[in-house]
């Protein structure tokens, strides 16, 4: 018999479980390609009571994505530590382990996911994901060394995901641009945007060892 009630404790946990359980089959499946009832179900409760904690799946997205940024500024912070690794090769790294998205554990959206999902959010939900998305790359560069002006930081959020959508959009979304030239294309952002941000260390005063990040 299904239990009838549940403690603010409880709830808590169930929807840090289905948080956890969306994080898990979208960084492995695709955001579209994951389903409610797969969520749902590997929680081990019913359609009903997980419409209790998130009315859309676009609602339960969103909350997914807020709870990734922790795990990504984790994994930044471990290479910036990683002395077997030189500064502009960690950041390459990084940028390598986003762009393979689904094979690295990270939701990634594409440009229809967006569509979808942002087009439904009210007005104040837009905003908090704005202050949380300027946030996390704000703290991605200050780990990479770089001081987070706002104008710095908001190339920086384009520059990265116009590289995630364009990897992630061929062939299928962008069907006139060369899938075999698709690893060459991302190899080509990836050197743009180091370069950029190595200027910027530079230009922030930061000593760029010929090992080392000098952090």
């Given at each position: 018999m299904p239990k009838v009630s549940y403690s603010v404790e409880e709830r808590k946990r169930i929807r840090d479980e289905l948080l956890q359980a969306s994080l898990e089959l979208m960084s492995a499946q695709g955001i579209r390609h994951t389903t409610i009832e797969q969520v749902y179900k590997k929680v081990g409760i019913?359609?009903?009571f997980f419409y209790t904690f998130f009315p859309t799946?676009?609602?339960l997205v969103v909350e997914m994505l807020y709870i990734q940024q922790p795990k990504i500024i984790r994994y930044?912070?471990?290479?910036?530590?990683?002395?077997?690794c030189d500064w502009e090769n960690a950041v390459r790294k990084f940028f390598y382990t986003c762009c393979k998205g689904e094979k690295s554990g990270i939701a990634i959206l594409s440009i229809?996911?967006?569509?979808?999902?942002?087009r439904r959010l009210s007005?104040?939900?837009y905003k908090t994901f704005r202050?949380?998305?300027?946030?996390?790359?704000s703290k991605i560069l200050e780990s990479f060394g770089v001081s987070p002006d706002r104008k710095r930081v908001e190339l920086f959020i384009n520059l990265c995901l116009a590289m995630l959508v364009t990897i992630k959009a061929i062939p299928e979304t962008m069907?006139?641009?060369v899938p075999e030239a698709v690893n060459d294309t991302m190899e080509f952002q990836i050197n743009s945007i180091v370069d950029y941000l190595s200027r910027l260390r530079q230009e922030d005063g930061s000593i760029l060892p010929e090992r080392g990040r000098g952090m």
């Open positions: 019913s359609r009903t799946k676009e609602d930044v912070n471990e290479l910036m530590a990683d002395t077997s229809e996911e967006q569509q979808m999902i942002f007005a104040e939900s202050k949380k998305q300027f946030s996390l790359f069907p006139l641009l």
